[in-house]
């Protein structure tokens, strides 16, 4: 079971020592804490020189090997693709197709294929929230996310599609969430029986009183476990980090592109020139060339870092990959926050439940009713060691793919930045030896 320590340590080494040094509980803390398809989406098999070192260490060998395990022992599959847009006289509108193949004997088939929106998606999340209230539900992407890019272009339809399957891929390999009934229904029923069966569910009302329970109940509970206290400031304070880093990350991508703008004004005025000075052509030219390299090599890198096919006028209006990973570990601090009010809550009907109980004893009520309020305090302390269970085991869950999920994303950053360099690099040292000449040359003419 992972600890708040093991967690801080790691995000020492994505962030640094300094910023993270707050998060350290100390000796005594420590001792009295525990936490912890055909269609389908093709994975980056890019080699590089990170991903070189990684393989000749046999760390990706052992992890290819644990996913192979995985995926032989798995017997639930979930596949978002295929974007369709729909057009009707009231609204217009996308649904994704969900291809979904099991070996599990509660379904009545072994492969199915639905469309849903992503109003369907939001429905499910609710669900989910609703009946595993102890559970670390994984977060949708918002609906515009992606902010001034039209919601029907490509560039949109592709981001929305990898963030509805990693939201499905995190559902599928929940050991509980997975066996989820309105789960079930959301992959195999056929659309006008998913329309009926999302009538049946609470109303506006009843969401938004146990919205505002759970508000509430970190302010009235009176013993909160010091695990869940140190969890609730680590993951304020990560959240903090990511923000700062996704701010951080939107100003070098734009000043990435004010960089390749100046560097296409500025090549061609080195064309220019070697065409009037005969003596310097040579070396002109290979300046201008070397600028022309590096200028590729910018937008290459930036082009990849956000996603192929956009145009250089919607980089600026895109997180791109770095910045998406960033968004949903944003939004997932916040799903963090609310399974902790959700357990505060829990936490909080057991401790009035006893406060009564108490009460009634120092009262000496009747019998009878003390044995019924006994029943219902046993019954909620059972419930908030539950969740205590559930949660403890949703966040060593969560801990593990963060890591692995942010150490990807760094190693793919860090590949592109080595090729960025190792192209302007070279584009400048060929460049050299014919600049160099043009200088013997002219010291020849002198003489």
């Not at 998060?23 to 420590?30: E, G, V």
């Not at 199915?112 to 989910?128: A, I, P, T």
């Not at 977060?139 to 890019?149: A, G, I, M, N, T």
């Amino acid at each position: 079971m992972a600890d708040p320590l093991s967690a801080a340590a790691a995000e020492r080494e994505l962030f640094g020592d300094e910023d993270f040094e707050d998060l350290s509980p100390s000796s005594d803390q420590l001792n009295s804490i525990n936490l912890g398809s055909d269609d389908g989406i093709p994975l980056d098999s890019e080699n590089s020189t990170t991903a070189d070192l990684l393989e000749g260490s046999g760390i990706r060998n052992l992890e290819l090997e644990d996913e192979q395990m995985d995926n032989e022992t798995k017997d639930l599959f979930i596949v978002v693709d295929n974007p369709e847009k729909h057009v009707t006289t009231m609204e217009s509108y996308i649904t994704f197709k969900i291809t979904t193949k099991t070996t599990r004997c509660d379904f009545d088939n072994h492969e199915y294929s639905v469309r849903r929106r992503y109003n369907d998606f939001l429905w499910l999340r609710q669900r989910l929230e609703e009946t595993q209230p102890s559970h670390l539900i994984p977060p949708l992407p918002e609906k515009h996310s992606l902010r001034r890019l039209d919601r029907f272009s490509p560039e949109f339809l592709k981001n929305r599609e990898k963030a509805l399957q990693k939201f499905m891929s995190r559902l599928e390999d929940h050991p509980v969430l997975s066996f989820n009934e309105h789960l079930k229904v959301f992959l195999t029923a056929k659309q006008f029986e998913f329309q009926a069966y999302k009538k049946q569910g609470s109303g506006f009302i009843s969401r938004t009183a146990d919205s505002l329970r759970n508000l509430s109940a970190s302010y009235m509970m009176k013993n909160r476990s010091p695990e869940f206290t140190m969890l609730q400031e680590y993951i304020q304070t990560f959240g903090e980090k990511l923000g700062t880093m996704d701010r951080i990350q939107q100003r070098l991508v734009k000043e990435q592109m004010e960089y390749v703008t100046e560097l296409n004004e500025i090549g061609p005025v080195f064309t220019l020139w070697s065409n009037s000075e005969d003596e310097l052509s040579t070396a002109l030219t290979a300046v201008a060339h070397s600028i022309e390299t590096c200028c590729n090599a910018v937008q290459e890198s930036v082009l990849t870092h956000l996603g192929q096919g956009l145009s250089l006028e919607h980089i600026s209006e895109t997180e791109g990959e770095f910045g998406q990973s960033l968004k949903e570990y944003i939004l997932y601090v916040e799903a963090v926050k609310a399974v902790l009010r959700r357990r505060d809550a829990m936490q909080m009907e057991y401790e009035l439940a006893a406060e009564e109980l108490q009460k009634k004893k120092d009262e000496k009520e009747a019998k009878t009713d003390l044995s019924e309020l006994a029943k219902e305090v046993e019954r909620l302390n059972d419930r908030t060691v539950c969740a205590d269970s559930d949660l403890k085991a949703d966040m060593e869950r969560w801990h593990k793919f963060k890591r692995k999920d942010f150490r990807d994303l760094f190693i793919k950053m860090a590949d592109k930045q080595i090729s960025f360099y190792e192209k302007s690099l070279k584009a400048w040292e060929d460049a050299i030896p014919l600049i160099q000449n043009t200088e013997q040359e002219t010291k020849k003419e002198e003489d």
